[in-house]
C-alpha cells in the first residue's frame, strides 16, 4: 500500500517536470541580477537538511555573505538548535559565526517536534560534541531587528528554514523592518504534495501558521520552496557517496548525516533517499536557473484543525487574491546535487 502510495506521489511530481505552461521560469530568471554577493541571516532549527544549508552558504562567500544566524525551536527544542548551529559552523571551520537563539516556542501555540525524522538530537548520524565556540548574548530576534534596521533598506535577505516564529515576533516588535527587507526565501509549504507532518500542512508552516499567515501578509517579496520542488531533490546512495567521497571533515559530516536522515523518507514515500529540503533556499540564491516556479496567491489556514498550516496555494489561478510569493514547482536536481558536493568540497 505504501508503495503504491509512492508510485502516485512521484508519478504527479512529473507531471510538472519542465513544463513552461505550469512553471513562470522567465520571471525565475529575471530575478538573475538582484542575486550576487546577497547579504543573509539564516533562520533555522537545524536538523540535518538545515545543516547542509548551513554548510552551503558559509562555503559560498562570493554570492552570499552571511551576517548571522538566527536559531528557533522547531526540529528540536531551542537549546538543540542553537547548539546544533553552532556545531555545523565548526564543522565548516568557520566558528566566527554570529549565532543567535531566538524563539522557544511558536507566536500562539505550543511546539511541536520532529525527533521522529531528525532523532534525538535534530543531527542525529555523525558523532557529536558540545561545540566551543560563543552563542551570542542577544536574542534571534532582536539581532534580526537591529540588522535590519542598520544595514541599508533593501539590502538583507531573510532565509527563514524553520517555522517562522522569528520572523513573525520580529515582524510584530518592529513593524518599521518590514520596508526594509530585501527578500524572504523560505522554506514551506506544499501545494501538489500537500502535506508531511499532517495530510494537509508541511511542518515549518504547520508548527507557526500565525507567524506564517503574518509572513505572507507582510508585503515583502517572498519566495517559497515547498515539498512540490523539495521531494525533486532527492539524496540518492550515489549523491551521498559523492559526498562521502570528499574526503573531507565536511564530506564524511554531510554523508553521515544523511545516512541518517534519509532513512525516515525511504520508509514512507518508498523513494530512493530523503528530501534535502532547505539546502534549496540556499542554491536558489547561488543559482536561481535551477528552479521554476509561479508568481501566485499563498494564504494560510490558522482555524481549521482539520487543515490546519495548509498552504493554500493559487497555483491554477481560480481566485481574483493577489500574487504574494514566487512558489517554487521544479528543480533541476542533478544540478543542484553537483552544485552542493562542489561547494561542499571547498570547505
Ligand atoms: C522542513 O521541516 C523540517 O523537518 C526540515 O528541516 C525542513 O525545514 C520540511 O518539512
Ligand atoms: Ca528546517
Not at 178 to 206: H, K, S, W
Not at 256 to 278: A, C, N, Q, T
Request: glycine share 8%.
Amino acid at each position: 500500500m505504501r508503495a503504491r502510495m509512492a508510485e502516485f506521489a512521484f508519478a504527479n511530481n512529473r507531471l510538472l517536470d519542465k513544463s513552461p505552461a505550469r512553471c513562470d521560469c522567465a520571471a525565475t530568471m529575471d530575478r538573475r541580477a538582484d542575486l550576487s554577493a546577497r547579504k543573509i541571516i539564516i533562520d533555522t532549527d537545524p536538523g540535518q537538511d538545515d545543516a547542509v544549508a548551513i554548510l552551503l552558504a558559509l562555503a559560498s562567500p562570493t554570492e552570499i555573505d552571511v551576517l548571522g544566524i538566527t536559531t528557533v525551536a522547531g526540529n528540536v527544542p531551542l537549546q538543540r538548535t542553537q547548539t546544533n548551529a553552532r556545531i555545523v559552523c565548526e564543522v565548516a571551520g568557520r566558528p566566527e559565526v554570529k549565532v543567535h537563539a531566538g524563539r522557544a516556542a511558536p507566536l500562539e501555540r505550543d511546539l511541536v517536534t520532529a525527533e521522529h525524522v531528525h532523532g534525538r538530537t535534530g543531527l542525529d548520524g555523525p558523532e557529536l560534541w558540545e561545540p566551543t565556540m560563543p552563542l551570542q548574548a542577544q536574542d534571534g530576534v532582536e539581532f534580526i531587528i537591529d540588522t535590519l534596521r542598520r544595514e541599508p533598506p533593501g539590502t538583507v535577505t531573510l532565509c527563514p528554514l524553520g517555522p517562522l516564529s522569528n520572523i513573525g515576533a520580529a515582524f510584530r516588535r518592529a513593524p518599521d523592518i518590514i520596508d526594509r527587507v530585501q527578500e524572504i526565501v523560505l522554506m514551506g509549504g506544499a501545494y501538489f504534495e500537500v502535506g508531511n507532518i499532517t495530510p494537509a500542512a508541511e511542518f515549518n508552516i504547520y508548527v507557526d501558521p500565525e507567524a506564517a499567515a503574518e509572513v505572507l501578509a507582510s508585503g515583502v517579496r517572498i519566495t517559497m520552496m515547498p515539498l512540490d520542488v523539495t521531494h525533486k531533490a532527492l539524496t540518492t546512495p550515489a549523491r551521498v557517496a559523492a559526498f562521502r567521497a570528499l574526503g573531507t571533515r565536511v564530506g564524511l559530516f554531510t554523508a553521515e548525516m544523511l545516512e541518517f536522515f534519509e532513512r525516515f523518507d525511504v520508509e514512507k514515500y518508498g523513494s530512493e533517499g530523503g528530501p534535502l529540503h532547505d539546502p534549496c533556499v540556499i542554491a536558489y540564491l547561488i543559482r536561481p536557473e535551477l528552479f521554476c516556479g509561479r508568481h501566485i496567491n499563498v494564504e494560510i489556514e490558522t482555524s481549521s484543525p482539520l487543515t490546519l498550516g495548509m498552504t493554500v496555494a493559487d497555483w491554477w489561478g481560480v481566485t481574483d487574491r493577489s500574487p504574494n510569493a514566487l512558489f517554487m514547482g521544479d528543480v533541476d536536481a542533478s544540478g543542484f546535487f553537483d552544485l552542493l558536493t562542489e561547494r561542499l568540497g571547498r570547505l
